[in-house]
């Protein structure tokens, strides 16, 4: 059965940090480009963060020196390391794989992606 499950959400101030977890099952996890989007009420789906098969990682400008992701092959697992978080962070954020590219990952195209979880909570106050 195939599965996505993320943990990890929850609520924080601004400039704190939060860490998302994505645990992965079966499909080829190792093979497969994994990603991070989020939808806050109101808006559209954003693509976060994005990395391939070999640790090669991509992310959207409003993140970048902010978040990291990363993956344990090993362990299928995805990870994103939050800090310097801003309010506009807020949303229901997702972890995705496309399970048929493992390079040249899209960081903004969840059409790509045909598997996903069900989401956490990421609330951030000012």
């Known amino acids: 059965q195939v599965q996505l499950l993320e943990s990890g959400g929850g609520s924080a101030q601004a400039g704190g940090s939060l860490r998302l977890s994505c645990a992965a099952s079966?499909?080829?996890?190792?093979?497969?480009?994994m990603a991070w989007f989020r939808q806050a009420p109101g808006k559209e789906r954003e693509g976060v963060a994005a990395?391939?098969?070999?640790?090669?990682?991509k992310y959207a400008d409003s993140v970048k020196g902010r978040f990291t992701i990363s993956r344990d092959n090993a362990r299928n697992t995805l990870s994103l390391q939050m800090s310097g978080l801003k309010p506009e962070d807020t949303a229901m954020y997702y972890c995705?794989?496309?399970?048929?590219?493992?390079?040249?990952?899209?960081?903004?195209?969840?059409?790509?992606?045909?598997?996903w979880g069900q989401g956490t909570q990421v609330t951030v106050s000012s």
């Open positions: 079966g499909f080829t996890y190792s093979s497969s480009c």
């Open positions: 995705a794989a496309d399970s048929r590219s493992a390079f040249s990952c899209s960081a903004s195209r969840f059409d790509l992606y045909n598997l």
């Open positions: 990395i391939d098969s070999d640790g090669y990682s």
